[in-house]
């Protein structure tokens, strides 16, 4: 993605799902969908609470956290404009089985449950595309249990900068330490460190809440690979 589309293109042609479908098929869900602003941290879906609707994030990121006793353990996976947010009602279930709320604030394409249903008894390109976004998924997730494990908070924390700054579509972007520590599963006064070491090696500029990635090389350096191996699999996998 490059770093200005989010200027250039916010229609829905900027969601990697819809960009794949046929005119035919985009208006059949063009037409089932409004657009909504989401503001920060609010919650699409709750553990275990019934699904209504699903996203196609534009502008907007999500994140797809796990819980331990009621608080965000760590954040599973990361949807923006190159995913969906509803795989559970695509594979059949009603129910969320983790917690998503909006990372980034922005815009989304919301559509009803049963609307997506309706679109995708046509078992048409829709079909096909949250199929092949559900194995990017899995990838993601399985990626991000070894990340979690193998990689240093500093190499996590840079891969979860670029990841983000990709999705939104700009190398700067609203970010509290709070909110990187929760995303990490690590506590405060490391993310704080681990911010500190980025932006002591001009990686970063972090002040009042707000994230500027000054050279996206160096952090692509400071990163694990598991940057590159999920956004090349994406890409691979969200194309038309
Ligand atoms: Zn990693």
Sequence with gaps: MDDDTATTDRGPARNAVLKQLP?????????RCEEVQLGLKHVVYDEGKAIEHVYFPLTAVFSHVALVDGQVAVEVGTIGPEGFVGLPAFLGTTRSPNAVFSQIEGASLRMSVEALHDVLRGDGALHRALSRYTQAMLL???????????????????????????RVGSLTFPMTQEFLAQMLGVRRPTVSLTAGVLQTAGLIRYARGVITVVDREGLLDASCDCYLLLREEFERLTQP
């Design 23 to 31: 005119q035919q098929e985009l208006a059949r869900v063009l037409a």
């Design 140 to 166: 993601q997730l399985a990626q991000n249990v070894a990340c979690n494990t193998q990689h240093t908070v500093e190499e996590r924390a840079a891969r979860w900068l670029l990841m983000t700054a990709d």
